[in-house]
Each structure stands twice: as structure tokens, then as C-alpha cells.
């Protein structure tokens, strides 16, 4: 349900707002929005609050060491414990802010001191490492280990098109250095090519200008001081390098743990306490102010209410008044949304959330679609293993991201599915397919295992149920639409959506005759059916004029999206398919090649009935179902408050 609200305004003396506004924060009762200036004439009585004076200084500190925090906190090599980030949060909470900012700056550069060192470390490894790989590839091509890298050679590494960039530098060696320059070459493949550069060691600068000229690096290191020495011994000296360039990063690791023991608790505790401080400045520019007074206004629920007042009133006795204020004018997605569901639907208000917030003052489909999700889902798969497996994957979802808000909703939600898919199962007697019916119940009890309602032999009953699911719905929909259009004075929409609604179910009820339904092939039946399309071509014609006929082309269009609920059968019915597929192959494959055959299969399977019915289960209501009633032109209940209660 859509929690009602309650406009509030609060007017307090400018010399207190500070205070206010931390006492707001605190609550976390208040959704703030901006507060009005006046009408024509009362103006220049409100002007727009802006920060100045000691308030800039401490805007302007805070958000240099909220940068500074954001930069610094991921070099953290471990994070603090709940219990000291909130010790350290409520010690930082009574230090100025200058404070704050000389211990984050001095936060920073023994973080960063350690975190460059470390990486100035690893970039050396991973450079000696490249090198030295290199060099092993190199060593074969040219002759061995022992050719000696030196003053009069260079080896180099060539990839892409390899052919022409070699045959351009192998001409310009030797144009350019002459005859005492030779390049070896050897082709690894079409792309790659390793060689050596052997030339006289007073044309040192010509082959350096060249190579570069060519965008060609030389392989050879001789600023680590890996010059004048054969293939074996660099490759030797490079090891004994990285060994000690480990050592200091084992080093250099151990420090930065200890610098994030140390001030870990006390950078996070800050980072809250910077948060919090600069979230109350910036919410400055939604006040309105004169002389004396500062005005505040914003959003709550209709029964929280009273705690804020009663809040309010008791810490600022005489100096803040706090009344409530009409909303009379205001749109409807001008107010904030809050959702209130019961415990089992609440986790598909995060679903719900991919429309856009529901708008205030119309229907929260959110129960609608938790229903209709699960059991959408469960007719689908149907099976009551693959239940039980869905049921387990979402036990260990719920264990390592149970914590999180999405995490915890994707894991109530997999539940749901779970056991859906079991009670379906259970109506269908479906234990991974048949394998229990078939296989295991008559081999342990000597006859076979019947079901409530077996629907891989039952097809057409199956298809009709998944299609009167859609006449079910569809409908449904459309009358929530004309009464939400009615409500809110769309009166012209609403009388063109209850024009499709009668010509709809005017094409139901002749379908439904057509086919012999006993109530629906009566003559009265017949008489209300013709009615109901007399009277919704009227109102498509009245209120479309000359689209009309567009208007009964969309009937049809209705029509298709009842019918497109027969994907719940069809779903269903590809997945047992697959199921028997892998139960019959022991038989066909022997056991050893049969059985794991069949486990891929059911693995295969289980993986698109979690994947499948999930998105048609979602594409109905999304599709289908909500958009004929739905608005989601609103905006969030977003209470001003800590971020991190400590």
C-alpha cells in the first residue's frame, strides 16, 4: 500500500537552525523539498538560504576531506569492525572540522606513501616478469641462451603484421647502417616474429634513432643494468631481482596492514561524520529565510507525524513551530512515495522499482505482482526437485548477501520461486520429470505414482488455464485503468479505456459461447454480449472520432495479450520435454555415458526454468498486465537522515 502523507512546515529561528536541522537528520522522519518564497505580496519577506561565513569555511573544508576520504578509504586493506566504526564515528562526531581535515590529510599521505611504494613494486615485478618471458621466447629463435645481449646487439619482439614492419627496418638497417649490420629474423607465426640486431658498437645512437623511428622497443633492459651479458645470465639477475622486489612487497604489505589497523576504524568513522555534516549544509539551499526566521518544508508519513512533532517540540520548547500544511495543487508526483507491504510481498517493491517509483494517490501493484509472479512461475517449472534446488540457491543467496537490501530481496524472492515450483510439482507428480513416477515409484511400490492432475497428458486442459489466467487479468487491469482515470479526472481516457474494456469482453464472451461455455452460449448470454459491443464501439467511436477504428484494431491487439498467457503451457511443456529427454538417456547410453549425460541435462534445465519463466513470469505483468493501470510518475519518500546510524 501507498503510505499517506503529510505536508509539514516548521519555522524556527535563524540563531537555531543549525541545531534544526541536525535534529532532523537525526530523526530521519522528514523527506525535505523546497521550501516557497511567498506570492507577490509578501516578496522579498523569504529570500532563498545560502551558505556564507563560518558555514562556507566549514562547506568548503568538509568537502575537500570528503574527497580526500573518497580517494584514500579503497587503499584500506582491511575493513574495521561494526563495533569500532561506530566507537570512532562517535568520537569523531565532537571534533571540529578542521580537525577532522588535518587527521585525513595526515590519513592520506601515510596511505598513499605505502599504497605508491607497493605498486611502484608490483609494476617492477610485472615488468621483470614480461621481460624475462620474453627473453625464453627469444633464446631458442637466436641460438641459444648463451647469445650475449650487449653493447652490439638488440633483440626485439615484433607482432602484427610483422612482414612488412621487419622487411622496412631490416632495409633501413641496412641502408642507413651499412654492411657490418646484420638482422636475424625468425617468423614464430604470421603475426609474430623474434629477432636479433647485431651491428658495431659505435652505431649505438643510429639503431636506437631507428628502432624508435619505427615504433620498434628493443627487448633488452639496460637501465636495470642488464647490458653486456648473455640470455642465461639476465634471465638469472632478473630473478634475483624479482626475489627481492617480493621480499619488500611482503614487506610493504605487512605496513599497510598495520597503517589500516591503525587508522582504518578512525578514516570510516570519519568518512560518516564528514557525510552526515555536509549532507545538512547542502540541504541549505531548499530553505527559506528573513531576518529572524528560517522556514523548512517537507513530507511524512500521515502517522509519524506525531513522533516528529512531539520530537520537535520537546528539544526546541517555544522557539520551532511545526504544523501541518495542505497539499491542495500539488500533483500527485510532486509528493513522495512510500510503500508499506506485508513481510512476503515487501521484496518486490525492489521489482516494482524498475517501472520508476509508483506515483502517490494511485494503486500499488506490488502485492498484485508478487502473486501472480509466484504462481506464474511455479505453473511454469512445476517440479518438485528443481524446487527444492531453487529452494537451496536461494538459502545460500540469502547467507552470503542476505545483508543487503537487494541481496536479501533477490533471496526472498528465489524462495517464493522455490516453493511454488514444489507445490506445482506436487500437483503434477513431477520429481525431475518422470523419473520418479516412472521409474522409481513403480520399481519401490509396484504401481504407478497418479498425480492431481498429470499436464503432460493433459495439454489442452493446461493451455485453457494458462489462457484464462490472461481473462482473468487482462481485464482486471483494465478496469483498475478506468477507475484510476475516473479518480483522478481523466474522464475522456477513462470512457475510451472502458470503450476497449466492453469490446473486449464482449469478444471473450462470443469466444467463450463459440466453444460451448454453458453460461456464455445461452441467448441471454448472447443478448449482454452484444450490448457490451454496441456499447463499446459507441464509446471508441465517441471518444477516438475518427481513430476509432485504430480503437478496434487495439481490441484485437487486447485480445493477442490474453492469448500471449499461453506461454505459461507452452514454458511448461518445453521443460518437461527436456526433463524426459535426460531421464531417458541411462536407458539409451548405458549408465556409465547415460548418467552423467543426464545430470548435464537437468543441469541445463534447471538453469533455463530458473532463467525463462522468471522473464515471461515478468514480461506478463510488466507487459501485459501493469501498464493499463500503472503510474510510476512519482518519486521516492527519501527522509533526510544519517546515511550510517552510529
Not at 571534533?95 to 605498486?119: C, F, H, Q, Y
Request: with cysteine; charged share 20%; aromatic share 8%.
Amino acid at each position: 500500500m501507498i503510505v499517506p502523507m503529510t505536508r509539514v512546515e516548521l519555522v524556527s529561528l535563524s540563531s537555531i537552525r543549525a541545531r534544526v536541522v541536525e535534529s532532523l537528520q537525526a530523526q530521519g522522519l522528514l523527506h525535505l523539498d523546497e521550501a516557497p518564497l511567498g506570492d507577490e505580496e509578501t516578496k522579498g519577506f523569504l529570500d532563498r538560504l545560502q551558505l556564507e561565513g563560518a558555514e562556507l569555511e566549514s562547506y568548503t573544508t568538509l568537502e575537500e576531506s570528503e574527497r580526500t576520504l573518497n580517494e584514500i578509504a579503497p587503499l584500506l586493506t582491511m575493513q574495521p569492525g561494526e563495533h569500532d566504526l561506530k566507537s570512532c564515528a562517535t568520537a569523531a562526531s565532537k571534533s571540529p572540522d578542521g580537525d577532522i581535515g588535518k587527521r585525513v590529510r595526515e590519513w592520506a599521505a601515510a596511505l598513499r606513501k605505502v599504497t605508491r611504494e607497493r605498486a611502484t613494486r608490483r609494476d617492477a615485478v610485472e615488468v621483470l616478469n614480461n621481460y624475462k618471458g620474453i627473453l625464453e621466447q627469444v633464446s631458442p629463435a637466436l641460438g641459444g641462451s648463451n647469445v650475449k645481449l650487449g653493447r652490439g646487439t638488440r633483440a626485439v619482439v615484433l607482432q602484427g603484421n610483422v612482414k612488412k614492419v621487419s622487411d622496412r627496418l631490416d632495409e633501413r638497417l641496412k641502408a642507413e647502417i651499412g654492411a657490418g649490420c646484420t638482422f636475424h629474423r625468425n617468423f614464430i607465426s604470421r603475426k609474430q616474429l623474434v629477432g636479433l640486431i647485431s651491428f658495431p658498437e659505435s652505431k649505438e645512437n643510429d639503431v636506437t634513432r631507428i628502432l624508435g623511428q619505427e615504433g620498434v622497443t628493443p627487448v633488452d633492459m639496460r637501465d636495470q643494468g642488464f647490458e653486456n651479458a648473455t640470455i642465461s645470465e639476465v634471465v638469472g639477475r632478473i630473478d634475483k631481482t624479482i626475489a627481492e622486489h617480493q621480499k619488500e612487497l611482503t614487506r610493504l604489505e605487512g605496513e599497510a596492514n598495520k597503517v589500516s589497523r591503525q587508522v582504518g576504524a578512525e578514516l570510516m568513522g570519519a568518512k560518516l561524520v564528514v557525510a552526515d555534516r555536509l549532507s545538512r549544509l547542502r540541504v541549505y539551499g531548499q530553505f527559506a529565510q528573513s531576518k529572524m526566521v528560517t522556514v523548512f518544508h517537507g513530507w511524512t508519513p500521515q502517522d509519524q507525524f506525531g513522533a516528529l512533532k512531539q520530537a520537535v517540540e520537546r528539544e526546541f520548547p517555544g522557539k520551532v513551530e511545526i504544523n501541518t500544511i495542505g497539499f491542495h495543487g500539488v500533483p500527485h508526483a510532486a509528493v513522495p512515495t512510500q510503500l508499506r507491504n506485508a513481510a512476503f510481498f515487501k521484496p518486490f517493491e525492489m521489482v516494482l522499482g524498475i517501472f520508476g517509483p509508483v506515483t502517490y494517490g494511485t494503486i500499488d501493484p506490488t502485492w498484485m505482482l508478487g502473486l501472480s509472479f509466484t504462481l506464474f512461475y511455479g505453473f511454469i517449472v512445476g517440479d518438485v526437485v528443481y524446487g527444492a534446488i531453487i529452494v537451496a540457491l536461494a538459502l545460500w543467496i540469502k547467507g552470503k548477501w542476505g545483508k543487503t537490501e537487494v541481496g536479501n530481496s533477490i533471496g526472498s524472492i528465489a524462495m517464493y520461486m522455490g516453493f511454488s515450483t514444489m507445490v506445482w510439482g506436487f500437483i503434477y507428480g513431477e520429481y525431475l520429470g518422470g523419473f520418479v513416477s516412472d521409474v522409481v515409484w513403480p520399481k519401490l511400490f509396484g504401481h504407478e505414482l497418479h498425480p492431481i492432475f498429470h499436464r503432460a497428458h493433459e495439454t489442452t486442459v493446461l493451455l485453457v488455464l494458462a489462457i484464462l489466467c490472461g481473462v482473468l487479468l487482462i481485464p482486471t487491469s483494465m478496469v483498475l485503468g478506468v477507475v484510476e482515470k475516473f479518480k483522478h479526472g481523466h474522464k475522456h481516457h477513462a470512457l475510451e479505456q472502458l470503450g476497449l474494456l466492453l469490446a473486449l469482453l464482449a469478444l471473450v464472451f462470443f469466444v467463450l459461447g463459440y466453444f460451448g461455455v454453458p453460461v456464455f452460449s445461452s441467448s441471454f448470454m448472447q443478448m449482454v454480449d452484444l450490448g457490451m459491443a454496441a456499447a463499446g464501439v459507441v464509446l471508441i467511436f465517441y471518444t477516438m472520432k475518427a481513430m476509432g477504428l485504430i480503437g478496434l484494431i487495439e481490441v484485437l491487439s487486447l485480445g493477442g495479450n490474453i492469448m500471449s498467457y499461453a506461454r505459461l503451457m507452452a514454458l511448461g511443456i518445453a521443460g518437461i520435454a527436456l526433463a524426459d529427454m535426460a531421464n531417458s538417456m541411462p536407458a539409451m547410453m548405458g549408465y556409465a555415458i547415460g548418467i552423467p549425460a543426464a545430470l548435464v541435462i537437468h543441469a541445463a534445465n534447471l538453469g533455463l526454468s530458473i532463467a525463462s519463466p522468471t522473464i515471461h513470469s515478468l514480461r506478463l505483468n510488466f507487459v501485459e498486465f501493469l501498464p493499463k493501470f500503472y503510474s510510476s510518475e512519482g518519486r521516492d519518500f527519501n527522509p533526510f537522515r544519517k546515511e550510517t546510524q552510529w
